[in-house]
T-cell receptor, first 114, second 113 residues
Framework: DAGVIQSPRHEVTEMGQEVTLRCKPI?????LFWYRQTMMRGLELLIY????????DSGMPEDRFSAKMPNASFSTLKIQPSEPRDSAVYFC????????????FGEGSRLTVL | KNQVEQSPQSLIILEGKNCTLQ??????????LRWYKQDTGRGPVSLTI?????NTKSNGRYTATLDADTKQSSLHITASQLSDSASYIC????????????FGKGTMLLVSP
């Protein structure tokens, strides 16, 4: 299996622009997570899905952030409009299990908002 | 509030030497504790997952210990190699599931030749 696939790996954009990050989870996994990593705060859970349904989005910082999972093999995280403080590495992870399964992370999308 | 504290923040050791990284947590109720290795520019990769009843778990040159009474864990690396240079992240899960995974900020390890 190719693992969790994220795109783009790097994104540089200007403040106010829309950003869309993409994720393909490992086939057969029923949980998908979006995390954000910064030096100051470490890894933070933004949202996670179970069987394509959002379960907990309490970590989504504000209405500018939205996430969708239209099917079991694809998810997007959108930021509109983007701000410089959104600059971070965004990780997608997937898992199989009932809350205790191992998380498999993608390589991350490094976002820089100028 | 659930918290995970790791020490030291960073560490430099010579190749071939051993080292121990620490993790203290206040997560309750406890379900499991995980150690991840994150190479620079890459995603975290799981090293071990330990449940309440496990005191020690090994993965090659990595050995994790867990003391659920004192809420402490350690990750011991034996005969370090240059490829061990990475950030090591301690993650503790509460019994209520994925939403309550609490991440430490990691220990940055540099193995010097």
């Amino acid at each position: 299996d190719a693992g969790v696939i994220q795109s783009p790996r790097h994104e540089v954009t200007e403040m106010g622009q829309e950003v869309t990050l993409r994720c393909k989870p490992i086939s057969g996994h029923d949980y998908l997570f979006w995390y954000r990593q910064t030096m100051m705060r470490g890894l933070e859970l933004l949202i996670y899905f179970n069987n394509n349904v959002p379960i907990d989005d309490s970590g989504m910082p504000e209405d500018r952030f939205s996430a969708k999972m239209p099917n079991a093999s694809f998810s997007t995280l959108k930021i509109q409009p983007s701000e410089p403080r959104d600059s971070a590495v965004y990780f997608c992870a997937s898992s199989y299990g009932r809350g205790t399964g191992e998380l498999f992370f993608g390589e991350g999308s490094r976002l820089t908002v100028l | 509030k659930n918290q995970v504290e790791q020490s030291p923040q960073s560490l430099i050791i010579l190749e071939g030497k051993n080292c121990t990284l620490q993790c203290n947590y206040t997560v309750s109720p406890f379900s499991n504790l995980r150690w991840y290795k994150q190479d620079t520019g890459r995603g975290p990769v799981s090293l071990t997952i330990m449940t309440f009843s496990e005191n020690t778990k090994s993965n090659g040159r990595y050995t994790a210990t867990l003391d659920a009474d004192t809420k402490q864990s350690s990750l011991h690396i034996t005969a370090s190699q240059l490829s061990d240079s990475a950030s090591y992240i301690c993650v503790v899960s509460a019994r209520t599931g994925y939403s309550t995974l609490t991440f430490g900020k990691g220990t940055m390890l540099l193995v010097s030749p």
